[in-house]
């Protein structure tokens, strides 16, 4: 994995984590299992991320239509009703 776009570095983990790693990765592929993990942890954290900045995009004033569970069921029926529709022809 070597290569002119990756840098060694030296990491810490637990002595349990290490043989779990052990157990199902082969050593000469933990590199690119680490990095693989890291890369979807960073994803995970980036998604968290935008939902959080998201959380007050919905302003329940804008959508008096939509105040009650009742109005939403019915709004989300009518909408899967316009799917079943494209979805028949």
């Known amino acids: 994995m070597a290569t ?5 570095i030296t990491v810490t983990l637990p002595r349990r984590l290490l043989k779990e790693l052990d157990a ?5 592929e933990r590199s690119k299992f680490i990095a693989q993990a890291v890369q979807e942890q960073l994803a ?3 998604q968290a ?3 959080d900045e998201a959380a ?3 302003q329940d004033e804008a959508y008096p239509e939509l105040d ?3 109005k939403i069921e019915e709004w989300l029926a009518q909408l ?10």
């Open 44 to 46: 995970i954290l980036e």
């Open 24 to 28: 199902v990765v082969p050593p000469r």
């Open 68 to 70: 009650s569970d009742e």
């Open 56 to 58: 007050d995009a919905w």
């Open 4 to 8: 002119s776009d990756t840098q060694k």
């Open 49 to 51: 991320q935008v939902v």
């Open 80 to 89: 899967r009703q316009g799917w079943l529709y494209s979805i028949d022809n």
